[in-house]
């Protein structure tokens, strides 16, 4: 349920527009166009099924999915809203076009070099509409090595804003590549849950619990249109005291959240080993910074992809919301007009 915000909120100005009344015109009725079908009028979605496995070296949860690289056969790989571009680790994949260019990129917080390669891809049974470029890491560590004894091949980064890659799912054909919406599905099974679903096309409902509209950066290579997904305009209430509006991302690839910034050094912590953490329970609400009301609330504890909270209290002010979000809504991104929507599952309304 959304509760009414305690903050500063302006009210908007009432405006009344006359309506001008028009005589009808008479117009042929062959020269009419005819009504739309109801086929028409449907959005056309694609599911993508999303498995839910546990995380290699914690206790929290990430999704994911299959896809075929080139003429690959069926692979797994992470759904990382955090970052751009397809990053594998493993082999040659038939049917791509790898070059000699080096790339280099960050995995769990470390660069590992590797090599750009194109190549069509297809998730859901559709395919890109040209070759897409992404690395083929050729080292590996701990972290990914831990991966791939679950059988995970890589990471599919389907971030909206800049990168050294590009998002595959922008160069999927017609509305499959301009809207979509991402939810996991919890599950305490070592096999994994399967109900979790990325869809292609999908449409935000008119109740969305939260609504941010980011800031433009312009166009990726292909002309497909890039937005800062790292700064919602994210009003953050801790225990029910000050208000903190800080740029605020939303990345499935984390299982905690973090809150990075000096202003945030007097937030009630507790400490385990050298590392803080926001205090379990504490209160926690968020509401976009447009908006007159509290769209999400939880209270901190110590389970990752569910309330666990990082403080850094250094910095510039910024929160990673982490995963658990994709677990408790469903998010709806449209690249055309730089939406992100966070819709509650109805059997989690209150």
Known sequence: MWTKRLARTTAGLATVLSLLLVAPIAVANELLPEAPTESFKQSVTVTVPVRTITTPGTSGQNGILEMTVGNSAPISVMIDTGSVGLRLW????PGVAMTKKKFSSSVNGTSVPGLIGKAPMTLGGVTTTLAVPFQLINTS????????????SGILGIGVGNGQLTNPLVALPGELGTTWSVHFSRTSAQRGSDKGALILGARPTGNADLHFVLPYLGVNINGAQLWD???????????????YCVPTWFDSGFTVIRIKGREFSRLPKATVGSIKELRPGTRVALAAGNSAFTGAEFVAGRAASRNLARITATGSPTINTGNSFYFDYTVTYNVVTGDIYLTKPLQKRK
Request: proline content about 3%; overall charge positive; glycine content about 20%.
């Open 90 to 93: 493993g082999g040659q994949l």
């Open 141 to 152: 560590n701990p972290y990914i090595a831990s991966w791939k004894r679950l059988g995970i």
């Open 229 to 243: 997904d790292h700064a919602a305009n994210g009003c953050w209430t801790f225990n029910g005291g000050r208000e």
